[in-house]
């Protein structure tokens, strides 16, 4: 883990161990994702990188439990979370995703409450120890102010910080989180991947920003039409010749003097760099 961005508490929360091995998931005809195998170790932030369309989401949706895998397995600390009793997996799981839930009549604080339940029993009230973990996840996600507010009427960026809120609330073992800082200004962005950086669980985070999942990610996983085609800490992974691949973008990447991560320049109208990393003949103006 890079020292710059300040350790993981091995204390107080456990952390989940977690192994997609040789997941495949289809629609229809359709594969989503073909035989990916990751692994998050306990503790470990893993960043799910990769253009629109290659699968992000669909992995995550497998790893929560709403795609069911045709062929692989999802392991949680060595279980397959699809035997795992839906209880035991929201006491387990916590997932931050894209789908728009529906319009509730709820307060913030409310919303934020709901991370709770799984640790309750039916009809079972707030003990000051929820209560505690409710207002510690609303001022993590500097969501304090917006508590009595009805969540359906926030901006998108304040929606988004409430459902990291709940979230956190539900103190999980293994946070899946599929583009968390989208709507989200620069600011809020640092400060929730440092808060989930620094959390005790294991956390699995879709990204766009390559250069937000190279400073706070462990490792990355490269999605490309379904199929993992590179993996490994940040620096080894974020080359110019993967991103031409990949993305077909000309970029220039180079370890920042003072964060000690990779940086990536985006160089528009250059040509592609070949495989080798040398100049290519295909322009390719973005
Ligand atoms: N239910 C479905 N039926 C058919 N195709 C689907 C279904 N769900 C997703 N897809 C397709 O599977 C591919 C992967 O989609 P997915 O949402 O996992 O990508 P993603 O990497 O998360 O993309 P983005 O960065 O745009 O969010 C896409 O081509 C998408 O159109």
Redesign the pocket.
Known sequence: MKATNGMKATNGMPATDLALDSVTLT??A????KDVTLTARPGETIG?V????????????AVYRV?RPDTGQVLVDGTNAWSLPVRQLARTVAAVV?EPGADVDLTVREVVAMGRTPHKRLLDGDTPEDAELIESALRSADATHLAARPFDRLSGGERQRVLIARALAQQPSLLVL??PTNHLDIRHRLAILGTLRRLPATVLV?L?DLNLAAYYCDRLYV?HD?EITASGPPAEVLTAPLLARVYGVTAEVAIHPRTGAPQVTFVPGEPLPDRDGGPGVSPHRV
């Open positions: 629609a229809g359709r594969h989503l994702v799910l990769g253009p629109n369309g290659s699968g992000k989401s669909s992995l995550l949706r795609l894209q599929d583009e879709a766009h999605l379904g």
